[in-house]
């Protein structure tokens, strides 16, 4: 039997890398402050649309082209060779509910042009700067974003954290209201959202 998820509208994530000194760096945006995930930092990415289908293919391959479209729209980079991260599964009290493949990609030369009307603001800044300023209460991220970034705290280079990838891991997310707040867990683990800065427990 199908799962109800399975139902679900479907979304594809890009997330790019570009080498830096020391480390890597990934391109962020924040989102208006207004419709989906506002002013919210996340990656470029959005829903499949019917002309990112074609009969047959996997719904991986929907997604990867979703993202690739989408990344051209919004911050004006062509993108190609993108590799499976994760796959996100949202829980039952999101008030919209979408399932979405996370890529990663080298990033092109080129330099991103934000789109006015889908991007208030872009930088690149490394996983550990972006969860810092989070911590910090100058970001909002949402946790799919936030577990992303804290993955990739575990690589030195893009290189590496590219050879990690190419499985997309499933992360079915349950909110849980506790006596710290609210948390959100996934059968990897448990990510502490009551009070900043947020903490992963692993299981």
Do not use: Y
Request: aromatic share 8%; no cysteine.
């Amino acid at each position: 039997m199908s799962s109800p998820d399975e139902s679900l509208p479907v979304a594809g994530t890009v997330v790019l890398l570009r080498a830096a000194d020391p480390g890597f760096e990934v391109l962020l945006i924040r989102r208006p402050d207004r419709g989906s995930f506002a002013g919210a930092w996340v990656f470029p990415g959005g829903k499949v649309e019917p002309a990112d289908r074609r009969i047959g293919e996997a719904e991986s391959d929907d997604a990867r082209r979703a993202g690739i479209r989408e990344t051209r729209e919004e911050v004006g980079l062509a993108v190609a060779d993108l590799v499976p991260l994760s796959e996100w599964r949202p829980p039952l009290e999101a008030p919209t509910r979408i399932r979405t493949w996370f890529f990663l990609a080298m990033a092109p030369v080129a330099e991103p042009v934000a789109s006015a009307d889908e991007v208030a603001e872009l930088t690149w800044a490394s996983p550990a700067d972006a969860l810092a300023r989070h911590a910090a209460g100058e970001w909002v991220l949402f946790p799919p974003t936030w577990i992303t970034l804290h993955h990739l705290t575990g690589f030195v280079d893009a290189a590496s954290a590219l050879s990690s990838a190419g499985a997309a891991q499933l992360f079915q997310t349950r909110v849980l209201d506790t006596d710290a707040g609210r948390a959100f867990a996934w059968e990897q683990g448990r990510l502490e959202a009551g009070t900043l800065p947020w903490r992963f427990v692993r299981s």
